[in-house]
Protein backbone atom coordinates (compact mmCIF):
# COMPACT_ATOMS: atom_id res chain seq x y z
CA UNK A 1 0.00 0.00 0.00
CA UNK A 2 2.89 2.29 0.84
CA UNK A 3 4.62 1.54 -2.27
CA UNK A 4 1.68 2.01 -4.49
CA UNK A 5 1.42 5.96 -2.76
CA UNK A 6 4.80 6.72 -3.43
CA UNK A 7 4.18 5.28 -6.88
CA UNK A 8 1.01 7.53 -7.42
CA UNK A 9 3.45 10.60 -6.15
CA UNK A 10 5.79 10.32 -7.89
CA UNK A 11 4.01 9.79 -11.63
CA UNK A 12 1.82 13.17 -10.12
CA UNK A 13 5.23 15.09 -9.37
CA UNK A 14 6.20 13.88 -13.04
CA UNK A 15 3.32 15.25 -14.89
CA UNK A 16 3.56 18.52 -12.56
CA UNK A 17 7.01 18.92 -14.18
CA UNK A 18 5.87 18.08 -17.55
CA UNK A 19 3.28 20.55 -17.02
CA UNK A 20 5.82 23.73 -15.66
CA UNK A 21 8.00 22.67 -18.78
CA UNK A 22 5.11 22.68 -21.19
CA UNK A 23 3.66 25.99 -19.92
CA UNK A 24 7.37 28.03 -19.69
CA UNK A 25 8.46 26.64 -23.45
CA UNK A 26 5.14 28.19 -24.72
CA UNK A 27 5.88 31.42 -23.01
CA UNK A 28 9.67 30.94 -24.31
CA UNK A 29 7.75 30.71 -27.51
CA UNK A 30 5.89 33.98 -27.47
CA UNK A 31 9.41 35.77 -26.09
CA UNK A 32 11.10 34.12 -28.92
CA UNK A 33 8.69 35.44 -31.52
CA UNK A 34 8.54 38.62 -30.34
CA UNK A 35 12.26 39.90 -30.10
CA UNK A 36 13.25 37.80 -33.80
CA UNK A 37 10.42 39.82 -35.06
CA UNK A 38 11.35 43.04 -33.63
CA UNK A 39 14.83 42.57 -35.11
CA UNK A 40 12.87 42.24 -38.56
CA UNK A 41 11.03 45.53 -37.58
CA UNK A 42 13.28 47.86 -38.93
CA UNK A 43 13.93 46.00 -42.59
CA UNK A 44 9.68 45.05 -43.29
CA UNK A 45 9.58 48.72 -42.60
CA UNK A 46 11.84 50.22 -44.52
CA UNK A 47 10.43 47.08 -47.17
CA UNK A 48 7.06 48.79 -46.79
CA UNK A 49 7.87 52.23 -46.77
CA UNK A 50 9.27 52.04 -50.54
CA UNK A 51 6.35 50.16 -51.21
CA UNK A 52 8.21 46.85 -51.83
CA UNK A 53 6.25 44.63 -49.64
CA UNK A 54 2.53 45.28 -48.00
CA UNK A 55 -0.39 43.65 -45.98
CA UNK A 56 -2.77 41.05 -46.75
CA UNK A 57 -6.29 40.89 -45.17
CA UNK A 58 -5.40 37.27 -43.62
CA UNK A 59 -2.81 39.53 -41.93
CA UNK A 60 0.36 38.31 -43.29
CA UNK A 61 3.11 40.51 -45.32
CA UNK A 62 3.72 39.79 -49.43
CA UNK A 63 5.38 41.11 -51.96
CA UNK A 64 3.59 44.01 -54.19
CA UNK A 65 5.12 43.33 -57.07
CA UNK A 66 6.76 40.66 -58.97
CA UNK A 67 10.22 41.99 -59.04
CA UNK A 68 9.95 42.09 -55.14
CA UNK A 69 8.70 38.95 -55.04
CA UNK A 70 11.33 37.45 -57.35
CA UNK A 71 14.22 39.21 -55.14
CA UNK A 72 15.83 36.76 -52.55
CA UNK A 73 16.37 38.81 -49.65
CA UNK A 74 12.80 39.99 -49.76
CA UNK A 75 11.15 36.95 -49.55
CA UNK A 76 13.94 35.15 -47.33
CA UNK A 77 12.53 37.86 -44.92
CA UNK A 78 8.89 37.73 -45.54
CA UNK A 79 8.82 33.53 -45.15
CA UNK A 80 10.70 34.39 -41.73
CA UNK A 81 7.85 36.97 -40.66
CA UNK A 82 5.10 34.83 -41.99
CA UNK A 83 6.28 31.78 -39.94
CA UNK A 84 6.59 34.17 -36.70
CA UNK A 85 3.32 35.58 -37.37
CA UNK A 86 1.18 32.26 -38.29
CA UNK A 87 2.99 30.98 -34.63
CA UNK A 88 2.03 34.29 -32.97
CA UNK A 89 -1.35 33.81 -34.24
CA UNK A 90 -1.98 30.21 -33.26
CA UNK A 91 -0.62 31.06 -29.73
CA UNK A 92 -3.08 34.12 -29.20
CA UNK A 93 -5.93 32.35 -31.02
CA UNK A 94 -5.77 29.42 -28.07
CA UNK A 95 -5.20 31.96 -25.50
CA UNK A 96 -8.49 33.55 -26.67
CA UNK A 97 -10.49 30.71 -27.21
CA UNK A 98 -11.17 31.81 -30.98
CA UNK A 99 -9.67 30.85 -34.41
CA UNK A 100 -6.29 31.81 -35.84
CA UNK A 101 -7.94 33.32 -38.99
CA UNK A 102 -9.83 35.85 -36.24
CA UNK A 103 -6.40 36.73 -34.53
CA UNK A 104 -4.68 37.37 -38.48
CA UNK A 105 -7.77 39.51 -39.65
CA UNK A 106 -7.96 41.50 -36.14
CA UNK A 107 -3.84 42.08 -36.92
CA UNK A 108 -4.33 43.38 -40.44
CA UNK A 109 -7.09 45.92 -39.17
CA UNK A 110 -4.43 46.98 -36.52
CA UNK A 111 -1.83 47.44 -39.33
CA UNK A 112 -3.78 48.88 -41.39
CA UNK A 113 -4.90 51.79 -38.37
CA UNK A 114 -1.82 52.08 -38.16
CA UNK A 115 -0.36 52.58 -41.54
CA UNK A 116 0.92 55.58 -43.39
CA UNK A 117 -1.43 56.70 -46.32
CA UNK A 118 1.47 55.01 -48.99
CA UNK A 119 1.28 51.78 -47.63
CA UNK A 120 0.55 49.18 -49.56
CA UNK A 121 -3.14 46.48 -48.23
CA UNK A 122 -4.53 43.87 -50.73
CA UNK A 123 -7.96 44.16 -50.83
CA UNK A 124 -10.09 41.13 -50.74
CA UNK A 125 -10.40 40.94 -54.61
CA UNK A 126 -6.66 40.25 -54.76
CA UNK A 127 -5.63 43.78 -56.06
CA UNK A 128 -2.91 46.35 -54.69
CA UNK A 129 -3.96 49.63 -53.11
CA UNK A 130 -2.40 52.46 -51.17
CA UNK A 131 -3.92 53.16 -47.81
CA UNK A 132 -4.97 56.88 -49.27
CA UNK A 133 -6.70 54.78 -52.13
CA UNK A 134 -8.83 52.91 -49.93
CA UNK A 135 -9.99 55.64 -47.20
CA UNK A 136 -13.94 56.63 -48.22
CA UNK B 1 -76.60 34.00 -34.91
CA UNK B 2 -74.95 37.37 -35.69
CA UNK B 3 -73.21 37.42 -33.07
CA UNK B 4 -71.78 34.19 -33.27
CA UNK B 5 -69.35 34.87 -35.76
CA UNK B 6 -67.48 38.02 -34.33
CA UNK B 7 -66.74 36.18 -31.15
CA UNK B 8 -65.53 33.13 -33.29
CA UNK B 9 -63.10 35.41 -34.66
CA UNK B 10 -62.08 37.33 -31.81
CA UNK B 11 -60.94 33.43 -30.27
CA UNK B 12 -58.84 32.79 -33.50
CA UNK B 13 -57.00 35.99 -32.70
CA UNK B 14 -56.51 35.45 -28.88
CA UNK B 15 -55.99 31.83 -29.92
CA UNK B 16 -53.09 32.80 -32.27
CA UNK B 17 -51.78 35.50 -30.15
CA UNK B 18 -51.43 33.28 -27.55
CA UNK B 19 -49.02 31.12 -29.53
CA UNK B 20 -46.43 34.00 -30.70
CA UNK B 21 -42.71 33.43 -28.62
CA UNK B 22 -40.24 36.38 -28.62
CA UNK B 23 -36.60 35.16 -29.26
CA UNK B 24 -34.66 38.08 -28.86
CA UNK B 25 -32.27 36.86 -25.94
CA UNK B 26 -30.82 34.01 -28.47
CA UNK B 27 -29.64 36.99 -31.11
CA UNK B 28 -28.01 39.33 -28.35
CA UNK B 29 -25.55 36.70 -26.88
CA UNK B 30 -23.38 35.80 -29.88
CA UNK B 31 -22.64 39.41 -30.43
CA UNK B 32 -21.82 40.28 -27.01
CA UNK B 33 -19.31 37.02 -26.83
CA UNK B 34 -17.97 37.91 -30.11
CA UNK B 35 -17.50 41.03 -29.03
CA UNK B 36 -15.83 39.83 -26.00
CA UNK B 37 -13.85 37.52 -27.99
CA UNK B 38 -12.62 40.81 -30.17
CA UNK B 39 -11.32 42.88 -27.53
CA UNK B 40 -9.25 40.28 -25.82
CA UNK B 41 -7.83 39.29 -29.12
CA UNK B 42 -7.11 43.16 -29.62
CA UNK B 43 -5.46 43.85 -26.66
CA UNK B 44 -3.18 40.88 -26.71
CA UNK B 45 -1.98 42.24 -30.11
CA UNK B 46 -1.51 45.12 -28.78
CA UNK B 47 0.36 44.10 -26.16
CA UNK B 48 2.44 42.12 -28.15
CA UNK B 49 3.45 44.51 -31.12
CA UNK B 50 4.55 47.50 -28.63
CA UNK B 51 8.27 47.49 -29.86
CA UNK B 52 6.79 49.00 -32.90
CA UNK B 53 5.56 52.21 -30.76
CA UNK B 54 8.60 52.56 -28.95
CA UNK B 55 11.15 52.31 -31.65
CA UNK B 56 9.55 54.93 -34.35
CA UNK B 57 6.11 56.56 -34.74
CA UNK B 58 3.34 54.36 -36.05
CA UNK B 59 3.75 51.09 -37.84
CA UNK B 60 7.38 51.83 -38.41
CA UNK B 61 6.28 52.72 -42.13
CA UNK B 62 4.90 55.99 -40.34
CA UNK B 63 7.44 58.64 -39.83
CA UNK B 64 6.65 61.21 -37.02
CA UNK B 65 6.12 64.80 -38.68
CA UNK B 66 7.71 67.27 -36.42
CA UNK B 67 5.59 69.57 -35.84
CA UNK B 68 7.45 72.63 -34.95
CA UNK B 69 9.55 73.77 -38.16
CA UNK B 70 10.49 77.39 -36.69
CA UNK B 71 14.54 77.99 -37.23
CA UNK B 72 16.62 77.52 -34.28
CA UNK B 73 18.77 80.98 -33.97
Known sequence: MKKLTIKICALFCVLTLFAVVAISSAQDTK??????????????????????????????AEAVSKESAQDEKISTLLTAENNDRKLLYAIIATESQTSVQEVG???????????????????????WKQKKDMMP | MKCIIPI???????????CWTITVKHQVEPIYIT????????????DFF????QGQGGSGST???????TPKQ
Open chain 1, 31 to 60: DDIKLRMKDRFAQISELKQSGKIGETPSGF
Open chain 1, 105 to 127: MGNAKRYFQKASASDYFKTQAGE
Open chain 2, 8 to 18: IAVGIVLALTG
Open chain 2, 35 to 46: MNVNVKVEKQLN
Open chain 2, 50 to 53: DFED
Open chain 2, 63 to 69: KSIPHDK
